[in-house]
């Protein structure tokens, strides 16, 4: 695992002193060595940098960039079964002078071009500079676990793991784009391709992008989706054949992110997702294997003695730590460091104090995110199904006059309903519920935190509703269930979970690996139909099948919990004063884009005891603290 950045600048002002400082910034997510490669040729200056987490190979002999012949690599994250295709590569008289998955992909690129990604099993952000040719290459793995920002404006070409990189070239123009902030203020997180400034971007999951540089063509091109895999034909086989294939591509998935040079742990919730990889691996080994979870004394909140009957349960070495209100004190002031474009996932609090918890025994640690997306563990779903139904059935004539009597009906002054927790906000919901053409449209509403009315109501600025992956178009003989998975892992997953663990574990110099990632679970699992995977009503059930091989029942049935903090409580406490010091008129007026009366009549109204979410108040405070950071 590492950090890496480059600039393709045609106006030649980008120099290697450039380059230093945007890959060193990156220091924490490569502590281990660096390394820079500048050149100009006939059209522009290049640079590739690169920051390096030792994990395979620890000798020198991994240094990067490396080169080979034309080509020269920078690379950030693991391709796992670098062994086997080294091997291949050996037959057709590649010679290697390191134990490293690096001088594989190089080699393997130099072989099979563009191609050679398809052989790869991993997470990746790669940079190809084809010397002969005259191009970048940029790839992105195709779940999108490792990031990769680009910038193009006036003839400056830059790449990064972080944006932060950007910020050491004064080519860059760090102009906020404002339809990127509504769709921040939306969802907490800004989906891909977007960023939160204009003229960058992310490269999409599943996404190469080509640079050539003879007429500063940029080309993207899109080599993987897992929606061609939902809109196969569904597998007929049996339940037991299903279980048993599923079993099997997560034994693989899970050993090959054992590979490693340096030691291994894992994050350890007690859901069904970590417990059956940690089931998994310890079932497979004498040694211990290393877990780790954080817990909150707040008892709706914590997970963390499920998770420790667990890993009495399997035998691993096991530690823990419980969050308090100073642990989030401390970590707060540091997430706009951490995360460099607003990011309104609270959750980030605790995954960087479990990420700062297991770099002291490790350098790699295994995180089970993705499960949900794939085997249909959120409530959402069958709430979204259930809503959609149930608003299906009443006469069109009759739902058309409730959505008008909706409309024109201000929830604030419903009496009593009005009192209740989060009113405004979910009446909102079923008013756009109502006009819901399909279940995962009404998904989409669900998982709005500001509604589109109370959005253009607290942004001052003007925007346009930008496409996301949310509109995606899932084939129709998808069943609804299948069509939701398929949004959710094009789009809370990769730009919401992923993005939180990359950045929290990185910001330590620790690798997060995802094995349920693995594409070639999700590229089979998406054959099956979903009723194998919430049967019954029963979440996750295909999962649970494989899990119960190893936990009994009744250490795992409980009530699902997400990773939540309780923000709603400690605001009135000790993080009061960062309400009060980043959401006040003056602090509001610096930039002009909220209406500053709306933020501090929620604010007020909070702090003054109503029962209202203070989630969106974080996400007006996430912003604010990355504003005074960054701009």
Same mark, same amino acid.
């Given at each position: 695992?590492?950090?890496?950045?480059?600039?393709?600048?045609?106006?030649?002002?980008?120099?290697?002193?450039?380059?230093?400082?945007?890959?060193?910034?990156?220091?924490?997510?490569?502590?281990?060595?660096?390394?820079?490669?500048?050149?100009?040729?006939?059209?522009?200056?290049?640079?590739?940098?690169?920051?390096?987490?030792?994990?395979?190979?620890?000798? #020198?002999?991994?240094?990067?960039?490396?080169?080979?012949?034309?080509?020269?690599?920078?690379?950030?994250?693991?391709?796992?079964?670098?062994?086997?295709?080294?091997?291949?590569?050996?037959?057709?008289?590649?010679?290697?002078?390191?134990?490293?998955?690096?001088?594989?992909?190089?080699?393997?690129?130099?072989?099979?071009?563009?191609?050679?990604?398809?052989?790869?099993?991993?997470?990746?952000?790669?940079?190809?500079?084809?010397?002969?040719?005259?191009?970048?290459?940029?790839?992105?793995?195709?779940?999108?676990?490792?990031?990769?920002?680009?910038?193009?404006?006036?003839?400056?070409?830059?790449?990064?793991?972080?944006?932060?990189?950007?910020?050491?070239?004064?080519?860059?123009?760090?102009?906020?784009?404002?339809?990127?902030?509504?769709?921040?203020?939306?969802?907490?997180?800004?989906?891909?391709?977007?960023?939160?400034?204009?003229?960058?971007?992310?490269?999409?999951?599943?996404?190469?992008?080509?640079?050539?540089?003879?007429?500063?063509?940029?080309?993207?091109?899109?080599?993987?989706?897992?929606?061609?895999?939902?809109?196969?034909?569904?597998?007929?086989?049996?339940?037991?054949?299903?279980?048993?294939?599923?079993?099997?591509?997560?034994?693989?998935?899970?050993?090959?992110?054992?590979?490693?040079?340096?030691?291994?742990?894992?994050?350890?919730?007690?859901?069904?997702?970590?417990?059956?990889?940690?089931?998994?691996?310890?079932?497979?080994?004498?040694?211990?294997?290393?877990?780790?979870?954080?817990?909150?004394?707040?008892?709706?909140?914590?997970?963390?003695?499920?998770?420790?009957?667990?890993?009495?349960?399997?035998?691993?070495?096991?530690?823990?730590?419980?969050?308090?209100?100073?642990?989030?004190?401390?970590?707060?002031?540091?997430?706009?460091?951490?995360?460099?474009?607003?990011?309104?996932?609270?959750? #980030?609090?605790?995954?960087?104090?479990?990420?700062?918890?297991?770099?002291?025994?490790?350098?790699?640690?295994?995180?089970?995110?993705?499960?949900?997306?794939?085997?249909?563990?959120?409530?959402?779903?069958? =709430?979204?199904?259930?809503?959609?139904?149930?608003?299906?059935?009443?006469?069109?004539?009759?739902?058309?006059?409730?959505?008008?009597?909706?409309?024109?009906?201000?929830?604030?002054?419903?009496?009593?309903?009005?009192?209740?927790?989060?009113?405004?906000?979910?009446?909102?919901?079923?008013?756009?519920?109502?006009?819901?053409?399909?279940?995962?449209?009404?998904?989409?509403?669900?998982?709005?935190?500001?509604?589109?009315?109370?959005?253009?109501?607290?942004?001052?600025?003007?925007?346009?509703?930008?496409?996301?992956?949310?509109?995606?178009?899932?084939?129709?003989?998808?069943?609804?269930?299948?069509?939701?998975?398929?949004?959710?892992?094009?789009?809370?997953?990769?730009?919401?979970?992923?993005?939180?663990?990359?950045? #929290? =574990?990185?910001?330590?110099?620790?690798?997060?690996?995802?094995?349920?990632?693995?594409?070639?679970?999700?590229?089979?699992?998406?054959?099956?139909?979903?009723?194998?995977?919430?049967?019954?009503?029963?979440?996750?059930?295909?999962?649970?099948?494989?899990?119960?091989?190893?936990?009994?029942?009744?250490?795992?049935?409980?009530?699902?919990?997400?990773?939540?903090?309780?923000?709603?409580?400690?605001?009135?406490?000790?993080?009061?004063?960062?309400?009060?010091?980043?959401?006040?008129?003056?602090?509001?007026?610096?930039?002009?884009?909220?209406?500053?009366?709306?933020?501090?009549?929620?604010?007020?109204?909070?702090?003054?005891?109503?029962?209202? =979410?203070?989630?969106?108040?974080?996400?007006?405070?996430?912003?604010?603290?990355?504003?005074?950071?960054?701009?």
């Amino acid at each position: 695992m590492c950090g890496i950045a480059g600039f393709c600048d045609f106006s030649k002002k980008s120099n290697r002193q450039t380059l230093v400082s945007m890959t060193d910034v990156l220091h924490h997510r490569g502590p281990d060595d660096s390394g820079y490669s500048f050149y100009e040729n006939d059209y522009a200056s290049v640079g590739l940098g690169h920051r390096r987490l030792s994990i395979l190979d620890l000798t #020198a002999c991994g240094h990067q960039p490396m080169r080979h012949q034309n080509i020269e690599i920078i690379f950030n994250g693991e391709v796992y079964n670098f062994k086997e295709i080294k091997r291949e590569l050996e037959a057709r008289g590649y010679i290697f002078e390191s134990n490293s998955d690096t001088e594989v992909i190089l080699k393997a690129y130099h072989q099979w071009g563009i191609k050679a990604v398809d052989k790869f099993i991993g997470m990746f952000a790669i940079c190809i500079y084809d010397k002969k040719a005259q191009k970048l290459v940029l790839i992105r793995d195709r779940a999108g676990v490792k990031p990769c920002y680009c910038y193009y404006k006036d003839g400056l070409f830059m790449f990064a793991s972080e944006l932060k990189s950007f910020h050491k070239n004064s080519g860059f123009k760090k102009q906020i784009d404002k339809d990127a902030l509504a769709l921040y203020m939306q969802y907490g997180y800004i989906p891909e391709p977007y960023t939160i400034f204009e003229d960058a971007f992310k490269l999409k999951a599943g996404h190469y992008l080509e640079l050539e540089m003879q007429n500063m063509k940029l080309n993207i091109i899109k080599y993987w989706d897992v929606v061609d895999f939902y809109n196969m034909p569904k597998l007929d086989i049996s339940e037991n054949e299903a279980i048993d294939e599923t079993k099997k591509l997560l034994e693989s998935a899970c050993e090959y992110r054992m590979v490693s040079d340096v030691p291994v742990g894992m994050f350890l919730s007690g859901g069904y997702d970590s417990s059956t990889v940690a089931a998994l691996l310890q079932s497979k080994r004498k040694e211990k294997l290393n877990t780790f979870t954080i817990g909150f004394q707040e008892k709706s909140y914590n997970e963390a003695p499920f998770a420790k009957d667990i890993a009495k349960y399997l035998g691993t070495n096991h530690t823990e730590y419980y969050c308090t209100q100073k642990d989030a004190l401390d970590i707060l002031p540091k997430l706009p460091e951490i995360y460099d474009e607003p990011f309104g996932d609270s959750s #980030a609090i605790p995954t960087t104090l479990v990420s700062q918890l297991a770099r002291k025994n490790v350098t790699v640690s295994l995180s089970a995110d993705g499960g949900d997306e794939i085997f249909g563990g959120y409530t959402k779903y069958t =709430t979204a199904l259930r809503y959609f139904h149930r608003f299906n059935s009443i006469p069109h004539s009759i739902k058309a006059l409730i959505s008008l009597a909706m409309d024109n009906i201000n929830p604030k002054y419903i009496p009593i309903l009005n009192k209740t927790y989060n009113f405004e906000t979910r009446y909102e919901k079923i008013r756009a519920i109502l006009k819901a053409k399909n279940s995962a449209e009404v998904m989409k509403y669900i998982s709005e935190y500001f509604t589109k009315r109370e959005r253009d109501k607290i942004l001052k600025v003007v925007f346009n509703d930008l496409p996301t992956n949310f509109d995606i178009k899932v084939s129709s003989s998808n069943d609804e269930i299948n069509q939701m998975l398929a949004v959710d892992y094009k789009t809370y997953m990769v730009d919401d979970i992923l993005h939180k663990v990359d950045r #929290a =574990t990185m910001s330590v110099g620790l690798e997060g690996r995802e094995p349920l990632l693995d594409h070639r679970i999700i590229e089979y699992v998406a054959q099956l139909p979903s009723h194998i995977k919430i049967k019954n009503g029963d979440k996750k059930w295909l999962l649970k099948q494989i899990a119960h091989q190893y936990l009994p029942k009744e250490v795992m049935d409980r009530p699902k919990q997400g990773f939540g903090v309780p923000i709603q409580e400690w605001f009135k406490e000790d993080l009061r004063e960062y309400f009060e010091k980043y959401l006040n008129k003056k602090a509001l007026k610096e930039h002009d884009l909220f209406v500053a009366d709306e933020v501090i009549r929620m604010k007020d109204e909070y702090l003054s005891g109503a029962n209202v =979410t203070v989630t969106k108040l974080w996400f007006v405070l996430m912003f604010q603290m990355w504003y005074s950071r960054w701009m």
